[in-house]
Protein backbone atom coordinates (compact mmCIF):
# COMPACT_ATOMS: atom_id res chain seq x y z
CA UNK A 1 0.00 0.00 0.00
CA UNK A 2 1.05 3.73 -0.79
CA UNK A 3 -0.46 7.05 -0.28
CA UNK A 4 -1.53 8.29 -3.70
CA UNK A 5 0.19 11.64 -3.05
CA UNK A 6 3.67 9.80 -2.59
CA UNK A 7 3.36 9.12 -6.18
CA UNK A 8 2.29 11.94 -6.79
CA UNK A 9 5.26 13.75 -5.55
CA UNK A 10 7.69 10.69 -6.85
CA UNK A 11 6.30 11.11 -10.04
CA UNK A 12 6.64 15.23 -9.91
CA UNK A 13 10.08 15.18 -8.75
CA UNK A 14 11.73 13.36 -11.63
CA UNK A 15 9.24 15.26 -13.88
CA UNK A 16 9.66 18.71 -13.03
CA UNK A 17 6.87 21.00 -14.11
CA UNK A 18 4.40 17.66 -14.94
CA UNK A 19 1.08 17.63 -14.04
CA UNK A 20 0.05 14.47 -12.55
CA UNK A 21 -3.35 13.02 -11.59
CA UNK A 22 -3.33 9.50 -9.91
CA UNK A 23 -6.42 7.82 -9.25
CA UNK A 24 -7.00 4.81 -6.67
CA UNK A 25 -8.71 2.13 -9.01
CA UNK A 26 -9.92 -0.15 -6.02
CA UNK A 27 -9.71 1.58 -2.91
CA UNK A 28 -6.75 -0.69 -1.86
CA UNK A 29 -4.18 1.57 -2.56
CA UNK A 30 -2.18 -0.55 -4.31
CA UNK A 31 -4.02 -0.32 -7.92
CA UNK A 32 -3.55 3.10 -9.06
CA UNK A 33 -4.36 4.81 -12.64
CA UNK A 34 -2.03 8.01 -13.30
CA UNK A 35 -2.82 10.40 -16.05
CA UNK A 36 0.91 12.24 -16.94
CA UNK A 37 1.32 15.71 -18.85
CA UNK A 38 4.46 16.29 -19.47
CA UNK A 39 6.68 18.30 -21.77
CA UNK A 40 9.26 15.99 -20.86
CA UNK A 41 7.70 13.18 -23.39
CA UNK A 42 8.07 15.27 -26.14
CA UNK A 43 9.87 13.13 -28.78
CA UNK A 44 9.78 9.60 -27.01
CA UNK A 45 7.50 6.80 -27.90
CA UNK A 46 5.31 4.90 -25.74
CA UNK A 47 7.87 2.94 -23.96
CA UNK A 48 10.58 5.68 -23.06
CA UNK A 49 7.59 7.35 -21.39
CA UNK A 50 6.39 4.52 -19.40
CA UNK A 51 9.97 3.90 -18.26
CA UNK A 52 10.62 7.39 -17.16
CA UNK A 53 7.26 6.79 -14.39
CA UNK A 54 8.70 3.22 -13.58
CA UNK A 55 12.08 5.02 -13.12
CA UNK A 56 10.97 7.51 -11.02
CA UNK A 57 8.65 4.94 -8.93
CA UNK A 58 11.46 2.07 -8.89
CA UNK A 59 11.37 1.24 -5.16
CA UNK A 60 7.47 1.39 -5.43
CA UNK A 61 7.09 -0.92 -8.12
CA UNK A 62 8.74 -3.76 -6.46
CA UNK A 63 6.11 -4.30 -3.77
CA UNK A 64 3.91 -1.73 -2.48
CA UNK A 65 2.07 -0.79 -6.09
CA UNK A 66 0.51 -3.79 -7.17
CA UNK A 67 -0.81 -1.92 -10.60
CA UNK A 68 -0.08 1.08 -12.20
CA UNK A 69 -2.02 1.85 -15.27
CA UNK A 70 -0.41 4.78 -17.31
CA UNK A 71 -1.96 7.53 -19.47
CA UNK A 72 0.99 9.98 -20.74
CA UNK A 73 0.94 12.59 -22.51
CA UNK A 74 2.67 16.01 -23.78
CA UNK A 75 1.23 19.30 -23.18
CA UNK A 76 0.21 19.54 -26.71
CA UNK A 77 -1.66 16.04 -26.79
CA UNK A 78 -3.34 16.29 -24.05
CA UNK A 79 -4.94 20.11 -25.54
CA UNK A 80 -5.39 18.50 -28.71
CA UNK A 81 -7.08 15.61 -26.93
CA UNK A 82 -8.99 17.74 -24.24
CA UNK A 83 -10.57 20.13 -27.29
CA UNK B 1 21.81 -26.57 -32.98
CA UNK B 2 19.98 -26.18 -35.77
CA UNK B 3 17.44 -23.45 -35.50
CA UNK B 4 17.71 -20.22 -37.32
CA UNK B 5 18.13 -17.28 -35.23
CA UNK B 6 15.83 -14.93 -37.14
CA UNK B 7 16.91 -11.91 -35.40
CA UNK B 8 19.61 -11.32 -32.84
CA UNK B 9 18.88 -8.62 -30.82
CA UNK B 10 21.90 -6.96 -28.99
CA UNK B 11 22.10 -8.30 -25.00
CA UNK B 12 24.83 -8.96 -22.83
CA UNK B 13 24.17 -12.27 -21.55
CA UNK B 14 25.93 -12.89 -18.42
CA UNK B 15 27.13 -16.36 -17.10
CA UNK B 16 26.43 -18.29 -20.14
CA UNK B 17 29.62 -19.22 -22.18
CA UNK B 18 28.98 -19.92 -25.93
CA UNK B 19 29.78 -23.43 -26.96
CA UNK B 20 31.40 -24.57 -29.54
CA UNK B 21 28.27 -25.73 -31.41
CA UNK B 22 26.14 -22.38 -30.58
CA UNK B 23 26.61 -19.27 -30.60
CA UNK B 24 23.16 -17.97 -30.11
CA UNK B 25 20.90 -17.93 -27.50
CA UNK B 26 19.58 -20.99 -25.71
CA UNK B 27 17.01 -22.56 -23.30
CA UNK B 28 17.70 -23.49 -19.61
CA UNK B 29 17.42 -27.31 -21.13
CA UNK B 30 20.09 -26.68 -23.03
CA UNK B 31 22.50 -25.11 -20.76
CA UNK B 32 21.29 -21.50 -21.20
CA UNK B 33 20.06 -19.22 -18.52
CA UNK B 34 16.44 -17.58 -17.90
CA UNK B 35 17.90 -14.49 -19.74
CA UNK B 36 18.80 -16.74 -22.79
CA UNK B 37 16.36 -18.78 -22.61
CA UNK B 38 13.56 -15.65 -23.30
CA UNK B 39 15.88 -14.00 -25.37
CA UNK B 40 15.43 -17.68 -27.55
CA UNK B 41 11.73 -17.71 -27.36
CA UNK B 42 11.12 -14.21 -28.21
CA UNK B 43 13.49 -14.50 -31.42
CA UNK B 44 11.65 -17.91 -32.58
CA UNK B 45 8.03 -16.84 -32.54
CA UNK B 46 6.59 -13.61 -34.29
CA UNK B 47 4.14 -12.84 -31.12
CA UNK B 48 5.28 -13.47 -27.69
CA UNK B 49 3.99 -12.53 -24.76
CA UNK B 50 4.38 -12.98 -20.83
CA UNK B 51 1.41 -12.92 -18.57
CA UNK B 52 -0.27 -14.20 -15.41
CA UNK B 53 -1.70 -17.68 -16.32
CA UNK B 54 -2.73 -18.61 -19.99
CA UNK B 55 -5.17 -16.95 -22.52
CA UNK B 56 -7.91 -19.26 -21.24
CA UNK B 57 -7.44 -18.68 -18.08
CA UNK B 58 -5.14 -15.78 -17.18
CA UNK B 59 -4.48 -14.76 -13.34
CA UNK B 60 -4.81 -10.95 -13.95
CA UNK B 61 -7.17 -8.48 -15.63
CA UNK B 62 -3.96 -7.09 -17.17
CA UNK B 63 -2.56 -10.06 -18.44
CA UNK B 64 -6.25 -11.12 -19.47
CA UNK B 65 -6.74 -7.82 -21.45
CA UNK B 66 -3.43 -7.96 -23.52
CA UNK B 67 -3.76 -11.38 -24.58
CA UNK B 68 -7.29 -11.05 -25.61
CA UNK B 69 -6.16 -8.03 -27.68
CA UNK B 70 -3.53 -10.15 -29.50
CA UNK B 71 -6.19 -13.24 -29.64
CA UNK B 72 -8.31 -10.48 -31.72
CA UNK B 73 -6.09 -10.55 -34.86
CA UNK B 74 -6.23 -14.21 -35.22
CA UNK B 75 -2.83 -14.89 -35.34
CA UNK B 76 -0.87 -17.23 -33.77
CA UNK B 77 0.94 -16.35 -30.33
CA UNK B 78 3.12 -17.24 -27.87
CA UNK B 79 1.71 -17.28 -24.45
CA UNK B 80 4.57 -17.75 -20.96
CA UNK B 81 2.97 -18.18 -18.19
CA UNK B 82 5.26 -16.56 -15.37
CA UNK B 83 3.45 -17.89 -12.43
CA UNK B 84 4.70 -21.39 -13.35
CA UNK B 85 8.34 -20.43 -13.55
CA UNK B 86 9.53 -17.64 -10.85
CA UNK B 87 12.96 -17.32 -13.12
CA UNK B 88 11.28 -16.48 -16.00
CA UNK B 89 8.88 -14.22 -13.88
CA UNK B 90 12.29 -12.28 -12.48
CA UNK B 91 14.22 -12.43 -15.80
CA UNK B 92 11.50 -11.41 -17.85
CA UNK B 93 11.60 -7.66 -15.75
CA UNK B 94 15.22 -7.91 -16.50
CA UNK B 95 15.37 -8.90 -19.99
CA UNK B 96 13.06 -5.43 -20.93
CA UNK B 97 14.12 -3.28 -18.37
CA UNK B 98 10.19 -2.89 -17.62
CA UNK B 99 8.96 -3.89 -13.87
CA UNK B 100 5.05 -5.27 -15.04
CA UNK B 101 3.55 -8.05 -16.44
CA UNK B 102 2.01 -8.54 -19.24
CA UNK B 103 4.79 -7.75 -21.44
CA UNK B 104 4.57 -8.49 -25.16
CA UNK B 105 6.45 -8.96 -28.06
CA UNK B 106 6.74 -8.60 -31.41
CA UNK B 107 8.94 -9.55 -34.37
CA UNK B 108 11.33 -9.97 -31.55
CA UNK B 109 10.94 -6.04 -30.16
CA UNK B 110 10.12 -5.17 -26.71
CA UNK B 111 6.14 -3.76 -27.80
CA UNK B 112 4.86 -2.65 -23.91
CA UNK B 113 2.42 -3.78 -21.42
CA UNK B 114 -1.21 -3.66 -21.57
CA UNK B 115 -1.85 0.00 -21.74
CA UNK B 116 0.72 0.51 -24.51
CA UNK B 117 -0.93 -2.62 -26.42
CA UNK B 118 -4.75 -1.20 -25.59
CA UNK B 119 -3.20 2.04 -26.94
CA UNK B 120 -1.75 0.79 -30.34
CA UNK B 121 -4.81 -1.27 -30.75
CA UNK B 122 -7.51 1.36 -30.23
CA UNK B 123 -4.96 3.74 -32.78
CA UNK B 124 -5.04 0.83 -35.51
CA UNK B 125 -0.89 1.05 -34.96
CA UNK B 126 -1.00 -3.46 -34.34
CA UNK B 127 -2.25 -4.77 -37.05
CA UNK B 128 0.38 -2.99 -39.26
CA UNK B 129 2.89 -4.26 -36.85
CA UNK B 130 1.87 -7.51 -36.72
CA UNK B 131 1.50 -8.20 -40.14
CA UNK B 132 4.93 -7.20 -41.02
CA UNK B 133 5.95 -9.89 -38.24
CA UNK B 134 3.86 -12.68 -40.32
CA UNK B 135 5.53 -11.11 -43.90
CA UNK B 136 8.89 -11.59 -43.14
Redesign the interface.
Given at each position: MIEPHIIVQKIEDALPGADVDVEDLTGTKDHYKARIVAEQFDGKN??AR??LI?DAL?EE??GPIH?????VFTPEEWERRSS | MSDEKKKSISLPITGTEPSASSDGPKTRADGGDALSEIEKVVNDHEIVIYMKGIPQQPMCG?SARAAAILASYGKPFQAVDVLQDPAIRQGIKEFS????IPQVYIDGE????S??LM??HENNELAPLIDEAFAG
Open positions: RVHRYSMKALTLE | FNWPTFVGGDIEM
